[in-house]
């Protein structure tokens, strides 16, 4: 079984930081792609950030330039980095990963509960 629990989300004034951090644990082999999506209501969920086991990056066109994201493979953990906070970042916030487990050879891929992210003055 595979756990991933973030933590970091809150209230932030417009132009504010915050910095997520998402950790997984339990029977893992190895992580490859992790990520960050969100959900604001009445959206589909969106892609925010990924980085693979060897750090490269992708990330939205509407946070380029803002948000950066890193991952700690020691401690199979991600973050992500949030600066020029905007009120439309305001969302529900997942990080996912891709796990294959140790008694496995199959990977599959996980979601953590949410953290909520709003952004107002």
């Known amino acids: 079984q595979v756990q991933l629990v973030e933590s970091g989300g809150g209230l932030v004034q417009p132009g504010g930081s915050l910095r997520l951090s998402c950790a997984a644990s339990g029977s893992i082999s190895i992580i490859s792609a992790m990520g960050w999506y969100r959900q604001a209501p009445g959206n589909q969920r969106e892609l925010v950030a990924r980085?693979?086991?060897?750090?490269?990056?992708n990330y939205a066109d509407s946070v380029k330039g803002r948000f950066t994201i890193s991952r700690d493979n020691a401690k199979n953990t991600v973050y992500l980095q949030m600066n020029s906070l905007k009120p439309e970042d305001t969302a529900v916030y997942y990080c996912?990963?891709?796990?294959?487990?140790?008694?496995?050879?199959?990977?599959?891929?996980?979601w953590g509960q949410g953290t909520q992210v709003t952004v107002s003055s």
């Open positions: 996912d990963a891709y796990v294959i487990p140790i008694d496995s050879s199959l990977g599959s891929r996980y």
């Open positions: 980085i693979t086991n060897g750090g490269s990056t």
